[in-house]
Every structure is written in structure tokens, then in C-alpha cells.
């Protein structure tokens, strides 16, 4: 176990097409509770994207051949164009595992589990 009381700032690192890296401040129970928090917060973004994008197909499917065409049409290029939330499991993540090489605090060398 890491003593939590001497980590100042966590980095965890995102293995997505993105490339993320998150800092963290605080020790590593800090960590934890950020973490759930941020992850709770994209949960939340992707729920609430699936949903508007639904009520959009929707108005697209009933609206495309009448008298709002135009709007449909637009309605559809606007989902087409759009940035797509990713949900919080479809997220790639690795541990790491830091072991200290000499006695200076700043060398360190570390191996990569992927899941």
C-alpha cells in the first residue's frame, strides 16, 4: 500500500483513441473519491447525450418527410457532425506499477499490465 499521506498528486493515464491523462490533487484517497466522482460525471454526460440524441432520431423520423423538413435535415447533419460521449466502460485502462532504481526520489521505472 502506498502512504497515502506523502502522495501530493496522482496522474492516471487513459489508453483511449484520446490519449487522456487526468491529475488528481490531493493523496490517493483523495484519488478514489475524484475519480468515482469524474467517472459518475461522464456516466451522467453519456446517459444524458444518448437521450437527446434519441429525441432527435425521433423528431428526424416523424418530420422529414412533412412540413419540416428543413429542420429535419439539419437536425441530421447536426447528430452527423456531433462529438460522441464515450460511456465510462468502453474506456481502456492499464495499471502501473512504479519501482524506485536508485536511492534519488525522482528516477523511476515502471511496468504496464493492460486489461
Do not use: H, P
Amino acid at each position: 500500500m502506498i502512504a497515502s499521506s506523502s502522495i501530493t498528486r496522482s496522474i492516471a493515464f487513459s489508453i483511449s483513441k484520446t490519449g487522456r491523462v487526468e491529475s488528481y490533487r490531493g493523496n490517493y484517497s483523495d484519488y478514489l473519491v475524484e475519480r468515482e466522482e469524474r467517472r459518475e460525471q461522464r456516466r451522467r454526460a453519456y446517459r444524458d447525450q444518448q437521450e437527446m440524441i434519441a429525441r432527435t432520431e425521433d423528431f428526424i423520423r416523424r418530420n422529414l418527410a412533412g412540413q419540416k423538413t428543413k429542420q429535419a435535415k439539419s437536425r441530421r447533419n447536426f447528430l452527423e457532425r456531433m462529438e460522441r460521449v464515450k460511456n465510462v466502460g468502453d474506456l481502456e485502462t492499464a495499471n502501473f506499477k512504479l519501482n524506485r532504481r536508485r536511492a534519488r526520489a525522482t528516477r523511476f521505472s515502471f511496468s504496464i499490465n493492460w486489461r
